[in-house]
């Protein structure tokens, strides 16, 4: 594989791209791959995954919403921000992972570099959000009355398939600073960053099922990512208007939040914003008498 | 279910564990009570049956037997020109001024019908020694009271000596014999409903027959979320222990709109029960006359002048 | 505590006489006809239904049906206004008319009231002091918004979204009407309105209010009719946004209808809220709140409290009192003042409530009914409770919208909260403790959009509202409900 071409140096190890799911990186459970070329090279061998696997992702994203809605704005900054600094130590790596899929050079620092502070906007915004989207309601009634956003839960994302790294991490970045937890569809010709960030999350201690990214096809997965009764948003970035409609479709089984973001230039700032995060945050209202 | 006059005392209960009061609740449930809509035969019903619950109450430093006469002579003619009025349950006075009352009472041979009632144990302050509180209590009874309204030494209920007031009470119970015994709790002293709450609690134990918002000395006296928590507390010792105990809201109450919207609070808190001057009192001066108004408004269906109404 | 020696009777002496809310002010035409364009005009079709007073099943009034060529000429007399009058107008003179709206019905408020209960069998009690006051709070509300909107969502512009569709329920008629179109006018839109097929007069009234106030023709359409105009609209091309209020099953099939399409939705659907008693809260108050929990408005509200966790040491106290305190609710002529629980709105619901109280004892629940006298006309069901029910009963699962409370226990705080959340629903909640701390732990732990803490069903126009999960998206009320109406970019 291209690895292997320059005879001079020592044989290098090459990577096995895996999904990553609860913490873990399993291959699919369905055995299954894509072989993914540049030009006429195969630069990998990406799991194909499955149903089930989309499953397994849900499940794990499920089981970790509790907790990483539950723990405090600052640290889920925090986090972010680790993840930012990971990302900055790798960003190297990124860049020729990149090229290897098809961008410049120039192009490839530029996204490892948006990348990076995208990371770390959102990491500013943990904690600041909630403040901007909140309320206190003047009520008529001897009541205190207030709205706060709160996290919708478990969010599923087919990632931007043009933007294999930037648009995968703009709308990661922007579920889990919210609380949520997600499972992401990573770009079907774009995945190696994606799962290579995985490995990033992973070092940089963001708990098991918060993010889980699965490689695959769009077709195949869709259906499960808009349909899962356990699924409480879904967020679509393609703009393809037959599988808008499929999506729509199937969301209302549960009465999921369909969040479509198409036609942003993930590399301005038009790509970020609090309101990406709101996107998938409920309100919850709360009254309380006031009263001796 | 009548209960006799002598209840022995429970031990003083566990006042924390006393069931919460939410102010802004209670408000919205007195509002309810209030929007009911009074008219026509349940209109008049109401009106003799507040009538019939008056505590005719004078408790001044300038009263004299020739008041206290006037007062009972009152309390037995309401409004002569108006038949088949009842008469008012009690009148309430100074221990000073019982032996006028019971006389005055008794020669119009009508003991028993109208009840004397005295303040007693340094009303309103209650800031006496407790054998001065006995001794008072016991001379008020000697001098004809068939009810004692005593007042709680709000003083210790605040500083959380409860079980002083406690006993205070039980004694002031025992000084009573045979005499029914009120206990005014002087609601506007104790700040919050949890507090009314705990105090009712507490005075049932010590053995109250009814209890009672105020002395009509401070301001605010009765109010009507500080009876329905007082209502509430007597239904949970009633469920809890069978005994019925009565309630007697208290100064402010001058209106007879006001005191049918007393009775709507009653009737849905704790039923048919305590529906008799035996269970429930006003204690009022001025409000006899205006529900005598509102009779002869509902008779003539004209409104009323208080010119055309004896003051006392 | 003994029951049987300790019990409280409430079948008193002392009755309270009828005391009817008078009608004589009250004009209601034998039929009325669409409101498009500013106009009452007749349906093409020609069709026409009978709105039925589900008190004593006389019929009010001949209400126009509304097809799909009506739907389509109010949504192009919509799109009219919205183009040449509505978005052209100065904001602030926008949010004037609006105030005239609210002006107008505090000014006709009793008659509003008399015709909402006459209508839709809701008490008076509750039409006169809740439906019709929020209602022209509500527009009063929104009103001062109209030229303010630019502070509502820092870092973006906001515009108008075009022609809403707006399809409201039976269950609050001009409450639901204000919600609807308050918000969707203050924020620079124009409306079509189509009101429940039981309940349609008040928005036809509103109508009227609308067209003396001056509104420019077209801002506010109104369609009446049953689920098939709903559907015209909601299937119509023209239209920027849906604006529903319903059950989940309609919401979901809206849902569904507007996949592929650009048109916005907000869905406020139906719920199976849990109102969780713990065993420190003030019990007397918190026993009220069950009561206007699930007994306001006959049960019929989306957020009703129709679950009642209980803790399970209080059990025994919460239900006596909760036992009590119902046989002193009135249930009977909504017209009359002290009437609690007035009538079911109409046969269907009647027997969709009939069928649970059926399913709930055959699924080996208790059932307990006050001992209240119905009418011998209309469509009536007394205050219900169910005890001895769990987790996987029906009459737990799900939404009833009707008088009848499902009653479990609980023991700890986690297994409450496990109860409350373990539904689809997530409209709102009730949490009862005097422990501050609790509160926000419970609070913030229910999956639910409106939460009332020591207290039950409130509402205001600077609240919003609205559900998680099945329960539906978008808010209404509050700063909140501007964002269903407009396009921030």
């Known amino acids: ?80 921000y680790r993840i930012a600094e990971m990302l900055e130590g790798r960003s190297e790596q990124f860049v020729a992972e990149l090229v290897k899929q098809g961008l410049t050079k120039a192009k490839a620092r530029t996204e490892v570099a948006v990348s990076i502070d995208r990371l770390v906007y959102y990491a500013g915004w943990t904690d600041k959000f909630q403040q901007v989207f909140s309320s206190v309601n003047p009520v008529s009634s001897a009541h205190f009355n207030f709205t706060v956003p709160e996290p919708t839960g478990v969010v599923t994302i087919i990632a931007p398939e043009e933007s294999g790294l930037l648009g995968l991490v703009s709308n990661i970045a922007a579920a889990i600073a919210g609380g949520n937890t997600c499972v992401a569809l990573a770009s079907y010709s774009m995945p190696l960053s994606a799962i290579s960030f995985t490995e990033v999350l992973h070092a940089a201690d963001v708990p098991a099922g918060v993010v889980n990214v699965l490689t695959g096809s769009r077709a195949e997965l869709t259906e499960q990512f808009a349909a899962h009764m356990d699924v409480n948003a879904i967020v679509y970035c393609d703009g393809d208007a037959a599988v808008d409609r499929e999506i729509q479709l199937h969301a209302a089984n549960n009465i999921k939040r369909v969040v479509r973001r198409t036609g942003i230039d993930w590399s301005t700032e038009k790509g970020q914003g609090p309101y990406f995060i709101r996107d998938t945050q409920e309100f919850k209202t709360t009254w309380h008498p006031v009263g001796g | 279910m009548s209960t006799p006059a002598s209840t022995s005392s429970s031990p003083l209960p566990r006042l924390d564990l006393v069931s919460r009061v939410d102010q802004t609740g209670v408000e919205e449930r007195v509002a309810r009570f209030c929007k009911r809509s009074i008219k026509k035969a349940s209109k008049m019903q109401a009106l003799k049956l507040a009538l019939g619950m008056i505590d005719l109450t004078t408790l001044e430093g300038q009263d004299t037997p020739g008041k206290v006469r006037q007062l009972c002579q009152k309390a037995i003619h309401l409004h002569d020109s108006i038949p088949g009025l009842p008469h008012v349950a009690a009148v309430c006075v100074y221990p000073v001024m019982v032996g006028v009352a019971r006389k005055a009472l008794d020669d119009q041979g009508l003991a028993g019908e109208i009840k004397v009632a005295s303040v007693a144990t340094a009303f309103p302050s209650g800031m006496s020694p407790l054998h001065i509180k006995l001794e008072e209590t016991k001379i008020a009874v000697a001098e004809g009271a068939d009810e004692i309204d005593m007042v709680i030494s709000r003083g210790a209920f605040l500083r959380g000596d409860y079980g002083y007031v406690f006993d205070e009470i039980a004694a002031v119970r025992d000084a009573c014999g045979e005499a029914h015994l009120k206990v005014i709790l002087e609601t506007g002293e104790l700040g919050t409903l949890d507090q009314v709450r705990r105090a009712s609690v507490l005075a049932m134990h010590a053995g109250a027959d009814f209890i009672k918002t105020s002395t009509g000395k401070i301001q605010p006296a009765a109010t009507m979320p500080v009876t329905l928590v007082m209502l509430q507390a007597i239904r949970d010792h009633y469920y809890e222990t069978g005994r019925q105990v009565g309630m007697k809201p208290a100064g402010g109450i001058s209106k007879a709109k006001l005191a049918i919207q007393y009775l709507v609070m009653l009737r849905e808190t704790l039923g048919q029960a305590w529906m008799a001057p035996e269970w429930f009192r006003f204690g009022a001066s001025s409000l006899a006359n205006d529900l005598i108004m509102q009779i002869q408004k509902q008779q003539t269906g004209v409104y009323q002048s208080a010119d055309y109404f004896s003051k006392d | 505590m003994d029951e049987t020696t300790s019990k409280l009777a409430f079948d008193t002496d002392w009755q309270y006489d009828p005391a009817p809310e008078s009608t004589d002010h009250i004009r209601i035409d034998e039929q009325y006809e669409l409101f498009i364009g500013g106009e009452f005009v007749a349906p093409k079709e020609g069709r026409y239904f ?4 589900p008190a004593n099943e006389q019929v009010l009034a001949r209400v126009a049906a509304a097809g799909k060529d009506d739907v389509a000429r109010a949504v192009k007399a919509a799109r009219k206004a919205y183009q040449t009058s509505w978005s052209t107008l100065k904001p602030a003179e926008r949010g004037k008319y609006i105030y005239r709206i609210a002006r107008v019905l505090q000014e006709r408020a009793r008659e509003f009231a008399v015709i909402e209960t006459l209508d839709g069998g809701k008490p008076i009690r509750e039409s006169r002091d809740i439906d019709i006051p929020l209602a022209a709070a509500h527009f009063f509300y929104y009103a001062g918004w109209a030229d303010k909107l630019e502070y509502a969502f820092p870092g973006k512009q906001v515009a108008a979204l075009g022609v809403a569709g707006q399809i409201i329920p039976w269950n609050f008629p001009l409450l639901m009407a204000a919600w609807k179109i308050a918000p969707a006018l203050a924020c620079g839109n124009t409306v079509v309105l189509k009101p429940a097929e039981t309940t349609p007069l008040t928005a036809l009234k509103l109508a009227e209010v609308i067209r003396d106030a001056g509104l420019p023709p077209g801002v506010v359409n109104i369609v009446t009719g049953a689920g098939d105009t709903g559907a015209a609209l909601v299937d119509h091309p023209d239209i920027d946004k849906i604006a529903f209020t319903g059950s989940t099953a309609v919401g979901r099939s809206i849902q569904k ?68 305190r119902m046989e002193s609710l009135i249930v009977g002529d909504p017209m009359d003042k002290n009437t609690d629980i007035g009538a079911i709105n109409s046969p269907a619901q009647l027997a969709k409530i009939e069928d649970y109280l059926r399913i709930g004892q055959a699924e080996g ?79 913030r732990a229910i999956r639910a959009g409106v939460i009332w803490a020591n207290t039950f069903n409130k509402f205001d126009p600077a609240s919003p509202f609205g559900g998680y999960k099945e329960s539906g998206m978008g808010r209404e009320g509050g700063l909140h409900g501007l964002d269903a109406y407009l396009e921030l970019s």
């Open chain 3, 365 to 443: 629940g208790e059932m307990y009914q006050s001992s209240a006298t119905l009418p011998t006309t209309g469509y009536w069901c007394r205050p219900t409770l169910f005890t001895g029910v769990s987790q996987s009963n029906r009459v737990v699962q799900e939404e009833i919208f009707g008088p009848v409370l499902a009653i479990q226990t609980f023991r700890t705080l986690e297994e409450g909260l496990d109860k409350a959340n373990n539904t689809p629903y997530g409209l709102s909640g009730g949490v009862w403790t005097d422990k501050g701390a609790k509160i926000f732990k419970m609070t």
């Open chain 3, 257 to 324: 209808s507007l996949a592929g399409t650009s048109t916005k939705y907000t869905l406020e659907l139906g719920g199976k809220a849990a109102n969780i008693i713990f065993a420190d809260a003030a019990i007397d108050e918190a026993v009220e709140g069950i009561v206007n929990g699930i007994f306001f408005n006959q049960g019929h509200v989306c957020c009703a409290g129709s679950r009642l966790l209980v803790q399970e040491s209080v059990a025994d106290e919460v239900i006596r009192k909760l036992k009590d």
């Open chain 3, 50 to 53: 009978d709105s039925i007073n």
């Open chain 1, 1 to 80: 594989m291209a690895d292997l071409k320059d005879k001079n140096t020592r044989l290098a190890v090459g990577k096995t791209y895996k999904l990553y799911i609860d913490g873990k990186f399993p291959r699919t459970e369905s055995g299954r791959y894509y072989p993914l070329h540049n030009k006429d090279e195969i630069i990998a061998n990406v799991c194909l995954g499955s149903r089930k696997d989309t499953r397994e992702a849900v499940v794990a994203a499920r089981k970790a919403f509790a907790g990483w809605s539950g723990t405090s704005a600052y640290l889920r900054g925090q986090i972010l």
